[in-house]
DNA sequence: GTCTATACACTGATAGAC
DNA sequence: GTCTATCAGTGTATAGAC
């Protein structure tokens, strides 16, 4: 404790981080420019070059691998909370990406990716793998092994998953009567008992 | 038979419409500029003008259009032509999704749609609810009215579909060992009868 | 740390020759 | 129908004052 100023050390750095995942989340990066992301934070969009010199590409960069490592540990997390059911894995999961913002691996594989430098790219989707489809994974995996699943494309069935997940986020909002955890809770046990079951 | 001058009108209009397709399809509105399309055409930026006066917005808007049109013909035609089980009406529709461009609903309405006119995007986003998710809604609603699925939720359940079958589409190359028809075999068993069942 | 000013490239769009 | 030429607007990025 004591003075604030060493507190507030990278403080405007993480504000502008901030700032910029909400924007780049919403419309992806080639829509957003750097003066929207400046002018949502009230100042010039050059004052950006002084906490970020490499620029547009730098920021999102580092966007991207800080919103994908409070993924991984936020899901790893979740489920680890969870009981040994994957049906209680797979709910913590859900909750946890729908209190954050929802990674949208289409538009980032196929629209932002091919933006950047080939090197970053393929570092952020190896992390997009390791974040977000791995722990789901992981829950497949657990559920094949113990013969709760009968599936061993654990991978197919995460991508499938995080992509329902998300499609909550993309319906129209005339259409969500229920909440959102309701609509994954439906979804959950659509993907675990099936739509013919009971 | 005939001459082949009349037949060619609109073959070039026809030519740019598809080549826009293709790149819109794959990176996105904002990402594709006119450049790249009259390049990708072999012709001058500035010659797109003379087949669409309306400009970039008016291209997208028409490539939407027809894109859109095409996958509810399509998707109608498929599901009418199986049988009256829904396994086979969602096999046929997501065989003919996957034949298609696959369309990523979420960079369409998060992304696309707020960089045009506002009366643009909201007949585009009626045009795709009408044009994907309704004719998979009717699959769900038969099997519910005929007691086969115990989910009302048509809409909800349609828009986790199409996600489904795009996140087919969207998994890295390397994890995809069999062919996309049997993943999207394998994700329809799943979704009617889920992980659990056998 | 933030500002102003500006360089530079790119993009959409228009005018007019052929 | 396609071209060249050109323009205005916008976007990233840099330099330097404060």
Request: hydrophobic share 40%; with cysteine.
């Amino acid at each position: 404790m004591g003075t604030t100023a060493p507190a507030q050390m990278g403080e405007s750095r993480e504000r502008i981080l901030h700032t910029a995942e909400h924007l780049f989340n919403e419309r992806g990066y080639a829509s957003v420019t750097l003066r929207d992301i400046a002018d949502a934070l009230g100042i010039r969009q050059a004052s950006l070059y002084y906490h970020f010199p490499g620029g547009k590409e730098a920021l999102f960069v580092e966007v991207c691998e800080k919103s994908l490592d409070r993924h991984r540990t936020g899901l790893e997390e979740a489920i680890r909370g969870a009981s040994s059911e994957p049906r209680d894995q797979l709910r913590a999961a859900a909750c946890f990406i729908l209190s954050q913002s929802v990674p949208d691996m289409g538009r980032m594989a196929h629209s932002d990716m091919p933006e950047i430098a080939e090197e970053h790219a393929q570092r952020l989707m190896q992390m997009a793998f390791d974040s977000l489809l791995r722990p789901i994974a992981g829950i497949f995996q657990r559920a094949y092994d113990s013969g709760l699943s009968h599936s061993p494309e654990t991978i197919l069935l995460a991508g499938a998953f995080i992509s329902v997940i998300a499609s909550i986020h993309h319906l129209p909002a005339q259409f969500t009567r229920q909440p959102r955890s309701a609509m994954a809770d439906t979804l959950i046990d659509v993907f675990l008992y099936g739509l013919t079951s009971r």
